[in-house]
């Protein structure tokens, strides 16, 4: 049973923490991404790795940093915790331009 | 600009009923499109795929198609139930070695008894 396991479910942290949202798959797969879902606007692309130590910016990298040390592992890192990044993070991975992505269960992370 | 858009954003059925829901995309160029249901509080779980060949794919109850000419895909949904209640969102993938995908904003689908 193929799996893209997010570290945490439901996270709190204060204003101006880093964060660390961490990734973990198990398919050996090039291809990993985060994104951020919020109502009325779907899923939007944070950061993509497409190899170990490669990272390229989505489309909202601002405020975010990422790292991919393993293939298997891409991590999201806040700097800097806003309330307006209060939302659900979902990580993906896939192989290729074909391949299925296959989705955490996401992180829904409130910033007060 | 690649871009994926869907309709009705949200739409409301009996169980037991059917319903279509439709994406219109402009990726270029084109690989494939999944249709793909997100429960809530869950991640996205693929329906089905579809590629520039395919013009119909059953997956159980769910039946999708393709019309690659007018860039348009829909997802039947036959004999609706409870369980159907979800998002749908239409993925489409560009031909690419990053493997970026394409999200449509997704149809909020309630299945009502």
């Known amino acids: 049973d193929v799996k893209v396991t997010q570290s945490s479910r439901y996270l709190v942290k204060r204003t101006g923490e880093k964060v660390f949202l961490e990734c973990v798959q198990d398919?050996?797969?090039?291809?990993m991404f985060w994104y951020r879902q919020d109502p009325g606007l779907g899923l939007r692309l944070i950061y993509f790795s497409y190899d170990v130590k490669m990272k390229e910016k989505g489309d909202i990298p601002e405020g975010y940093s990422v790292s991919r040390e393993k293939k298997e592992r891409f991590s999201l890192i806040l700097e800097s915790a806003s309330t307006n990044q209060t939302s659900m993070y979902l990580c993906a991975s896939r192989q290729g331009d074909w391949g299925e992505a296959f989705f955490g269960q996401g992180t829904r992370l409130t910033v007060v | 600009k690649n871009q994926v858009e869907q309709s009705p954003q949200s739409l409301i059925i009996l169980e037991g009923k059917n319903c279509t829901l439709q994406c219109n995309y402009t990726v270029s160029p084109f690989s494939n499109l999944r249709w793909y249901k997100q429960d809530t509080g869950r991640g996205p779980v693929s329906l089905t795929i579809?590629?520039?060949?395919?013009n119909t794919k059953s997956n159980g109850r769910y039946t999708a198609t393709l019309d690659a000419d007018t860039k348009q895909s829909s997802l039947h949904i036959t004999a609706s139930q409870l369980s159907d209640s979800a998002s749908y969102i239409c993925v489409v993938s560009a031909q690419s070695n990053t493997g970026k995908l394409i999200f449509g904003q997704g149809t909020t689908l309630q299945v009502k008894p």
């Open positions: 579809m590629t520039f060949s395919e």
């Open positions: 398919m050996d797969h090039e291809n």
